[in-house]
């Protein structure tokens, strides 16, 4: 079965703060894909990254990195000097071979302060 | 990337009506687009495959006959929540996946329809 989970269910910093936010995922499959998301209060899903399997390549896009870890299944997200914006929810999903079927985790609220 | 669009953004209806909502990929020819569903302060859970010109895939547990997906062409796929009762008051989102060579690919999702029965 898959499964992600996202054990943070809500997590509040002060601006200016790195946070990270947990992803584990369970798949017997060797092919998969993983996603970060994040949703504002708007609702709208905004896509943040792509990893597949086969690249363990961490990966920094400005403020946010990825750390791939496949020997522990997880998937972290790290933001650094965050900020007000960052405030939303973030879900962490996993996708088998492409099949464009999506799992969700349970989604981490992230809440910065000023 | 692909643009998805969504109508109506929200709708509130009357228990025992229908309401059909449309999901639209603007720039993109989508033979697949799936269909999410997402309680308040809960996360997505995956409801349909639609898919173009054939009949939709439902996920264990989703009646296929309340919630009836119709893809007629690449560009639109409309469901429909038939007998609407207040519990499927729900945000309803679809998503379009992009497939490119070898392994990648992206998946685009709308902006959701907030649905509430009254």
């Known amino acids: 079965a898959q499964k992600v989970t996202q054990a943070q269910t809500e997590i509040s910093v002060v601006e200016k703060e790195d946070v990270t936010l947990d992803c584990v995922y369970e798949t017997r499959d060797t092919t998969y894909y993983l996603f970060w998301y994040k949703q504002p209060p708007s609702g709208e899903l905004v896509f943040l990254i792509r990893r597949n399997s086969f690249d363990e390549q961490n990966e920094i896009s400005g403020r946010y990195s990825w750390n791939f870890q496949k020997s522990t299944s997880s998937f972290n997200f790290t933001i650094t000097a965050s900020q007000v914006v960052d405030s939303a929810v973030y879900f962490c999903a996993l996708d088998i071979q492409g099949a464009q079927k999506l799992v969700f985790g349970q989604g981490t609220r992230l809440t910065i302060n000023p | 990337g692909a643009v998805v669009s969504q109508h109506p953004s929200w709708v509130i209806c009357k228990s025992g009506t229908s309401v059909k909502i449309e999901c639209r990929s603007l720039d993109f020819q989508a033979t697949t687009m799936f269909w999410y569903r997402q309680f308040p302060k809960q996360s997505l859970m995956l409801m349909a495959t639609s898919n173009e010109g054939s009949k939709a895939t439902y996920e264990q547990g989703v009646e296929k006959d309340k919630f009836l997906i119709n893809h007629a062409s690449l560009t639109l796929s409309t469901l429909t929540v038939t007998s609407a009762h207040p519990e499927d008051s729900s945000f309803y989102i679809c998503?379009?996946?992009?497939?490119?060579?070898?392994?990648?690919?992206?998946?685009?999702f709308g902006p959701g329809t907030r649905l509430t029965v009254t």
């Open positions: 998503s379009v996946g992009t497939s490119g060579a070898g392994l990648s690919y992206e998946q685009y």
